[in-house]
């Protein structure tokens, strides 16, 4: 089941260190959209702004990661693939592509373990699973989010038993 498992579970997107990635080495950060930087179907708030402003000041190339269509992608004004087909690690190629990055030098935050952190995953990238910031989704995610606990619980087991 490790290919389920992030590298790290975080509270929120806006609680990642960036500073301390981009120290470690770190130099292209491939986002998920909804639940992720901001609410479904919600614009980019000041809160994802000041958040892409500082990456860039840090170094950081970003690119948003999406299963939308373009118009819901484009508003966020960085770099971004549409109806990428994510789990598929195409997507998270053609990502580091377009960043200029590779897979030790990248990593992936999304809210969702069966379409962002498995094709992270699948394509050798860092994945960071962070919670959902609306716990109110559409069907379809809810049920995804159903199956999605017995995963974490299991993660969280697993780093238990890594950490003693």
Request: net charge positive; aromatic share 10%.
């Amino acid at each position: 089941m490790s290919f389920l498992y992030p590298g790290e579970y975080i509270d929120s997107t806006y609680s990642i260190d960036f500073d301390k990635l981009y120290k470690e080495g770190y130099r292209g950060v491939i986002f998920d959209i909804d639940n992720t930087l901001v609410t479904h179907g919600s614009p980019a708030d000041e809160r994802a702004i000041a958040l892409f402003k500082h990456l860039k000041e840090l170094g950081f190339s970003c690119l948003v990661l999406s299963n939308n269509k373009e118009p819901r992608v484009k508003q966020l004004g960085i770099k971004y693939i549409y109806k990428a087909g994510k789990p598929k690690p195409s997507g998270y190629r053609a990502a580091m592509e377009r960043l200029g990055t590779d897979t030790k030098n990248t990593l992936f935050v999304g809210d969702q373990i069966f379409t962002d952190i498995i094709g992270a995953n699948l394509a050798g990238i860092r994945s960071i699973l962070v919670a959902p910031i609306d716990p109110h989704e559409e069907i379809q995610i809810v049920l995804k989010r159903f199956i999605e606990k017995p995963v974490i619980a299991c993660y969280k087991r697993h780093l238990k038993k890594v950490n003693k």
